[in-house]
């Protein structure tokens, strides 16, 4: 099935810094999710976009909906010990239909207090 | 509380021995999915069901059967499980339409066959 590149696989920062992940595919996608996943947990849903070009928040995150439909941006900003965590991008596509939704590899990040 | 249920959280079994987890949801969910997750592919789909008695294979379906028989309860059955079915299983439930997009997801579920 489709696949998307999620990068980097991993990041190690210092408390403070931003962050930057992306999600690109080689076709089109309709909808874009990014989900963080704690220790132990299920992933939970931080972002939805819906509309190429669109830029959502959610307090210190950003998410962007990539013009050409085939990316997506997060940024964390002033990232903080309880950042810590994997996350993965989402697409929904008309190729794969409504009800599929096909994730990156995802992007684990440790951070030094 | 609103809340995805899987059990057990972990299983450890040999090659062969039929196993069911099960999966339960309290949200009133048309939809709900089941995925794999292995390091360094993310979350890969198993199977997938809109509603009661409709289901459909998702992206890695062999070896793997579920049913819904009720709207809360999606099991997944592993008849003859092999260690390459070692994983993290994830149970997850949303309700239809765009909503689709918003699911929720289980605790997970970490199974090993020898």
């Known amino acids: 099935g489709q696949q998307l590149n999620q990068s980097p696989q991993s990041m190690f920062i210092q408390e403070g810094e931003d962050v930057s992940m992306n999600c690109t595919s080689s076709?089109?996608?309709?909808?874009w999710l990014w989900y963080k996943q704690e220790p132990g947990e299920g992933p939970v849903l931080l972002i939805a976009?819906?509309?190429?070009?669109e830029l959502t928040s959610n307090g210190r995150l950003t998410a962007q909906f990539g013009i050409t439909r085939k990316d997506s941006f997060l940024n964390i900003s002033a990232s903080i010990p309880s950042d810590v965590g994997i996350y993965f991008c989402?697409?929904?596509?008309?190729?794969?239909?409504?009800?599929?939704?096909?994730f990156g590899q995802g992007t684990r990040l440790t951070i030094n207090p | 509380e609103a809340q995805v249920t899987q059990n057990p959280r972990y299983l450890i079994t040999v090659t062969g021995k039929k196993l069911t987890v099960t999966c339960s949801q309290n949200?009133?969910?048309?939809?709900m999915s089941w995925y794999r997750q292995d390091p360094g592919l993310g979350l890969r789909q198993i199977y997938y069901?809109?509603?009661?008695?409709?289901?459909d294979k998702g992206d890695v379906p062999e070896g793997y059967k579920v049913s819904r028989k009720e709207k809360r309860n999606f099991p997944l059955i592993l008849e003859s499980p092999s260690p390459n079915q070692t994983s993290l299983y994830f149970c997850?439930?949303?309700?239809?339409?765009?909503?689709?997009?918003?699911?929720?997801f289980g605790p997970g579920t970490r199974l090993t066959v020898l």
């Open positions: 997850a439930s949303s309700f239809g339409g765009v909503a689709y997009n918003e699911q929720f």
């Open positions: 076709s089109i996608f309709n909808t």
């Open positions: 976009l819906y509309k190429a070009g």
């Open positions: 989402a697409g929904r596509s008309r190729i794969q239909g409504a009800q599929k939704l096909v």
């Open positions: 949200m009133n969910h048309e939809y």
């Open positions: 069901s809109m509603n009661v008695e409709v289901t």
